[in-house]
């Protein structure tokens, strides 16, 4: 039973803004939305991750709305070096991380 | 550098035979786990441990086992009962047992194929 939904493939222009969407219309109130990517044959890498509200670090930015159903992860300045499967997690912080298919971004130069 | 070593990082067996997979973290964190991936999927939690000499089962845990003797160490061994596993086979770590983060640290994998 998937608590989030994700399309399956994306491309995006090198050095525009990446903006890969996530919907968790289930999701409690205790949980949180958490962002992973995963390079092609690579251990996957923790990106960001919010509540409730938006939050940004030297990766991404991610905004959450404000009845917490959906989600978006930017990255401002896509680079080839961001071509990788992105995964958008819904988790309470006594469950363990339970990883979808994600969405696989393409950066085209 | 501080970081999660997984070995090897391709390895070969023949159908029936046991093999242990190594994974060791000096970033001094407490829970450990191992994921396993197939192609075009998303990664399957085989076993976790939040603490030295304990461990639990993940969702797909039959035909695998684990210890962890050691903080910085928690070996997999994949057995001859697991039906299939030729597979990416990822450990990760946390600073506690993802209780308030969530936030893994990943190794580079290990693949394996059973011939």
């Known amino acids: 039973d998937a608590k989030t939904t994700q399309p399956p493939s994306m491309d995006c222009a090198e050095g525009r803004a990446a903006n890969l969407p996530c919907n968790h219309s289930?999701?409690?109130?205790?949980?949180?939305v958490y962002w992973y990517r995963q390079i092609h044959s690579q251990g996957p890498q923790y990106i960001i991750h919010?509540?409730?509200n938006n939050e940004t670090n030297e990766m991404a930015s991610l905004i959450i709305t404000e009845d917490r159903k959906s989600s978006t992860l930017i990255l401002p300045h896509a680079t080839l070096r961001d071509t990788a499967v992105y995964y958008c997690i819904v988790r309470a912080s006594y469950e363990k991380l339970t990883f979808g298919t994600g969405t696989r971004l393409t950066i085209i130069p | 550098d501080g970081g999660i070593t997984q070995s090897p990082k391709y390895l070969f067996r023949k159908e029936g035979q046991n093999v242990t997979l190594s994974c060791e973290q000096n970033?001094?964190?407490?829970?450990m786990y191992w994921y396993r991936q197939d192609p075009g999927q998303g990664l399957r939690l085989i076993y976790y441990s939040q603490i030295v000499n304990d461990f639990q089962k993940g969702d797909i845990a039959e035909g695998y086992s684990v210890s962890r003797e050691k903080k910085e160490s928690f070996p997999l061994t994949v057995t001859s009962a697991q039906k299939n596993p030729t597979a990416f086979y990822l450990c990760a770590s946390s600073v506690e047992s993802g209780r308030v983060t969530g936030e893994l640290f990943f190794g580079e994998g290990s693949r394996l194929t059973v011939l």
């Open positions: 970033l001094n964190h407490d829970a």
């Open positions: 289930t999701i409690s109130g205790n949980e949180y």
């Open positions: 919010g509540l409730k």
